[in-house]
């Protein structure tokens, strides 16, 4: 496998950038970009050439504490919307794509969840129009889920305040009801629990599947190939780093978990498949802030020594990682 590098390419989004997210926002076929800045604030849309380039396409001011955000088709029109958590309003803004890749000034829904920081989106009843749910990183935090009718109105279904303190929570269909649940981890205690999702928003009580102390990064998908969606968490303890798996059963219950010992400290673990040959592997970034490859066996295990032929440097402090297909269409054209 062979990474060839262009040079680092910068896009500036201003301090305190945070994540990214990527989808094709002007319809052209190739994907593009979105980053924003906290403390600006500002929000920057990089569209994508289909060579690896990308230029900037479209930027706002327009909120004043913005902190996750995704893309979505939230009124149902087949453009990708762009929903931001700002944090001020205690709930979101969302920028709804006029198809050329210009948004429009965001429709704010506000108090929708006090000090709100992050989101995810799923179509949590499957009536094909995305919804989401909002958290706060604090203390104590609260979970709330919010339906939409279609067009970009929305109503709460559900209400989690058992939610661990700085949680990281991601959607995915765990028993294959066809309905998204949701994973809630708590990145101090390392406590991962699931909720079923019920199909209308709700969610069955939570289960607790493993707690395995501080962790940097988690995932889900299906590492060791069986066709069920397993967890992955990095998990770095000062001088070394365990990469787990826990491998799910495809109903909901998941088996003991598989873990990876390495000798040396990782920082952050993302699951890839850069070579393609249907084996997850990880992109894995070191204190030095180069990453490298390490290998999935393909049984929930991975070459975490591999990682080191495969190095290149990225720059300061990486926290965000995510992989996309930057110069060109995704196999299958998938949107
Ligand atoms: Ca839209
Ligand atoms: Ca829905
Ligand atoms: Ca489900
Ligand atoms: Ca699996």
Redesign the pocket.
Known sequence: MLFRSRGVERFNVGDEAGDVAVGDINGDGWQDMVGLSRDVPLIRAFFGKGNGEFELGWQSTDCTSPYDFALADFNGDGHLDLIVVDYDIGGVRIFYNDGSGSFQPPVSHENLLESATLLAVADLNHDGAPDFELHHNGSSATLRTFLNDGVGNFVQAAQLDDIDSFSVSLFADFNNDAYPDLLIAGCMVGEFKIYLGQGDGTFQAGTSLVTVGYFSSADV??????????VFACMPNGSDTDFMVL??N?DGTFQAAVQTNSERLAHFAFLIDPDMDGILDLAVTFPDYSMGIANGVGN?EFDYLGAYDTRFYIGDEPIFFMTAYLNGRPPGNKP
Do not use: F, K, R
């Open positions: 998908s299906d590492v060791n190939n069986d066709g069920h969606l397993d491998p799910g495809g929930g």
